[in-house]
């Protein structure tokens, strides 16, 4: 499966640099993985789009819309991760917020019937939950940890995956992602 990961951008010495963490290779192995530079407009093809993590800025959420566009189009399915989980539900006109204590922690979260410990590196969450998406996860505290589409193979997820020793998702999302090897 081809699969394109957004990236977060960075300043050195004045100058912008495209981000993506090496582990995504890993979280992704056996897939072939694609780094989408933040260029407003891009020509894009993949079976997969992963809008990742980190800080947003102008460049990249423009290219990241420009993306789901494209995902929308061709009927690609998405996974936002942190950053592109918010931007999912952004998108789909639900309200994110300010949320205290989930900076670089870990925390237990409820999904499909079972406790998962899962790494937080935000001060983010989700106020409202966007038109058309359904509750996955959620921490004790009831914060929505993760959403999925009720109609599109659109999944959101605020942990980061490709940090965690076995990488966590929802069950459907592994499933698509398995039923890639047969």
Aim: glycine content about 6%; some cysteine.
């Amino acid at each position: 499966m081809k699969i394109a990961i957004s990236q977060r951008q960075t300043i050195i010495n004045d100058r912008t640099y495209d981000c993506l963490e090496h582990t995504w290779h890993k979280t992704f192995k056996g897939h072939d993985i694609y780094p989408i530079p933040n260029i407003v407009h891009l020509d894009l093809e993949c079976d997969l789009l992963v809008l990742s993590g980190g800080e947003n800025t102008q460049e990249r959420f423009l290219t990241e819309i420009n993306c789901y566009n494209y995902a929308m189009v061709t009927n690609v399915p998405i996974l936002g991760v942190c950053h592109g989980a918010f931007l999912l539900n952004y998108v789909y006109d639900g309200l994110n917020k300010e949320v205290k204590g989930h900076q670089n922690t870990t925390h237990d979260i409820e999904m499909e019937g079972e406790t998962f410990q899962v790494n937080s590196y935000h001060e983010a969450g989700i106020y409202t939950l966007g038109k058309t998406l359904d509750i996955v996860a959620t921490d004790p505290d009831g914060n929505i940890e993760a959403f999925k589409h009720n109609t599109l193979e659109h999944w959101g997820i605020v942990w980061h995956p490709e940090r965690m020793e076995e990488p966590l998702f929802p069950s459907d999302f592994r499933k698509f992602l398995d039923n890639d090897y047969q």
